[in-house]
């Protein structure tokens, strides 16, 4: 399925590399679930999704409930899995700020 995802889309590939690579280290019991169209981090709940939403872009769905949006923390859609989105182009894109955006996520789940 992973594949599926990335597939015309081969140069998002290391950002999503890196977004779970860094994921993975938070913790022994985050979770990695792949799905069709894309790939949830979980602990006892979803904290994270990775989606390839364009050729040119990762929209890296987080749950920090009450934070407000920033310019690069986007509010999601009220209803949506996620609170807020945050859109990556390059694994330079997956930076000390989104670590910690992360890594909040994670410490809530």
């Given amino acids: 399925m992973l594949e599926a995802q990335y597939r015309g889309k081969e140069a998002l590939r290391p950002v999503h590399d890196a977004l779970v ?9 985050m979770e990695i679930s792949t799905k069709k169209t894309s790939v949830a981090l979980r602990r006892s709940k979803n904290f994270a999704v ?3 939403a364009t050729k040119t872009r990762i929209d890296r769905g987080i749950n920090l409930k009450g934070e ?3 310019g ?3 509010d999601e859609k009220p209803g949506s899995m996620c609170t807020h989105k945050v859109r990556l ?3 330079a894109d997956v930076d000390a700020e ?3 955006w ?3 996520a994670y410490e809530r789940a």
């Fill in 50 to 52: 990775i989606v390839p």
């Fill in 89 to 91: 182009e390059t694994v």
């Fill in 68 to 70: 407000p949006g920033t």
């Fill in 21 to 29: 690579k860094y994921a993975a280290s938070l913790g022994k019991d």
């Fill in 72 to 74: 690069r923390l986007l």
């Fill in 98 to 100: 989104v670590k910690a």
């Fill in 102 to 104: 992360l890594k909040d």
